[in-house]
Structure formats: structure tokens, C-alpha cells
């Protein structure tokens, strides 16, 4: 009976000291992970601003009349929602220039004068593609450049990787930035009629200036005051 006894007190001790064993294990790899989180060796768990495969309406992305004033528009400017055609974003919009549309006689009379038409009433002035659904930091994207076969560019006040679309005798320009205020990357170009280098800058400038987290939320659009007005909200349909 007393070999039993002291054999049953050696294993609840061997129990009590695993179980202590244990114990001091998670406490220190508690305290460890907590050293390492204060020191930034851990990172923390981050999501996507938008989720993949969602899209942003381009009615809340873009707002036309800052658009307009900017570029210095005769015409207020429209936006067309182009995602459906561009699934690898979230949201690609397009700023249609306004004005009349000139028939083909008048256009035949402006080609008279002019070597090319130009941007056209009904054209694309410029496009402002979000892809939103990346988790992306300004230095790894600054590195990325290259890969995008771009050159690192100052010229918006900002970082952005310019790339040249050659074309012909006026090669356009297409930037692609990292969006501090949202953390999207957004690509801003403009319209297959647009070679003014100058005014896609304008364009880029004023998309990184106007879209915040507030025009990248998912959620639905309210309607319109007086949806029997039959009033827009500044949105083109083809």
C-alpha cells in the first residue's frame, strides 16, 4: 500500500509539473509575442480597402463638376461607368466631354481647318481606373515601376509611375499612383483622341485630390431628392 501511495504522489507531481511546464510556455510565448508586436516584428492582420470582384459606383468615385472646373471645360463633363468591361478593378470611370455632338458634315468642315478632330462633345476626355482590392503600401508600389515598364514621376506634385503610350507624333501619358488617402492605386489616362499630356496630369491630379474613403464605400447610393424629375446625377449612358 505505501509503494502505491508513493507512486500515485510521483505522478500527480510529474502532472503538476508539466502542467506548470505548460503554463510558463504559453506565458512566455505570450510575453514574447507581445515584445515583438511593440517592436513591429509582428503584422498585424490588414484587409483590402474594398473586397475583390466589388465595385465602387463611379457616381460616388467621381465628381464631375470639380472635373469640369479643373480641366477649365467649356461644357459641364459627364462620367460613364466602363467596370463591367474592366473586371480586374473596382472601378473604371470615364469623363465624357460636353457640349453638342457635331454631325458628320461638321465634322467634315472642322477636318478643313484642323489636322485631327480632337476631343470631341461625346468623347472621352480622360479615364480614372480604382483597383482598391490589394493590400499595398507607397514603397512597395514605388518599386514596382519597372515592372510596369513606367518611369518614376514628381510632375503631379506626388509620386506616380508615368507611362508613355506611343502613338504616334504626340505619345499620351497614363499614371499610375498609390492613393494615400484610400490606399488604392489608382491609373488615370485619357480618351483615344486625347494627346494633351498637360490636361490627363490635370486629370490625375484632381482624382488623387477629390477620391477619399468616403467615394471608395461600397454601399448603395441614396436616391436622387426628386427621382421624378427625371433629373441626372452627372452620369452618361452610351
Do not use: W
Not at 112 to 121: F, I, N, Q, Y
Amino acid at each position: 500500500m505505501r509503494t502505491m501511495i508513493v507512486l500515485v504522489a510521483g505522478l500527480l507531481a510529474g502532472c503538476k509539473s508539466d502542467t506548470g511546464a505548460a503554463d510558463e510556455v504559453a506565458r512566455e510565448a505570450a510575453a514574447e509575442m507581445k515584445r515583438k508586436e511593440a517592436a513591429g516584428g509582428v503584422a498585424k492582420v490588414q484587409k483590402a480597402p474594398v473586397a475583390e470582384g466589388v465595385a465602387i459606383p463611379c457616381e460616388r468615385l467621381i465628381a464631375p463638376d470639380k472635373f469640369t472646373e479643373v480641366l477649365a471645360e467649356v461644357a459641364p463633363l459627364t462620367v460613364r461607368d466602363n467596370t463591367k468591361a474592366n473586371v480586374q478593378t473596382n472601378a473604371a470611370c470615364e469623363l465624357i466631354r460636353g457640349g453638342e455632338k457635331l454631325t458628320m458634315a461638321q465634322q467634315a468642315e472642322k477636318r478643313k481647318k484642323e489636322a485631327t478632330l480632337g476631343v470631341l462633345p461625346g468623347d472621352v476626355l480622360c479615364y480614372v481606373h480604382a483597383v482598391c482590392s490589394t493590400i499595398e503600401t507607397a514603397e512597395r508600389f514605388r518599386k514596382s515601376c519597372s515592372k510596369l515598364g513606367a518611369s518614376n514621376d514628381e510632375s503631379m506634385g506626388t509620386f506616380a509611375c508615368m507611362q508613355v503610350v506611343p502613338t504616334g507624333a504626340k505619345d499620351p501619358v497614363v499614371f499610375h499612383f498609390f492613393d494615400e488617402d484610400t490606399k488604392c492605386i489608382l491609373k488615370v489616362g485619357g480618351g483615344p483622341s486625347m494627346t494633351d499630356n498637360d490636361l490627363i496630369r490635370k486629370c490625375a491630379q484632381t482624382a488623387r485630390d477629390t477620391i477619399g474613403p468616403d467615394q471608395i464605400k461600397t454601399d448603395p447610393l441614396p436616391p436622387p431628392p426628386d427621382s421624378g424629375s427625371g433629373s441626372g446625377v452627372g452620369s452618361a449612358t452610351e
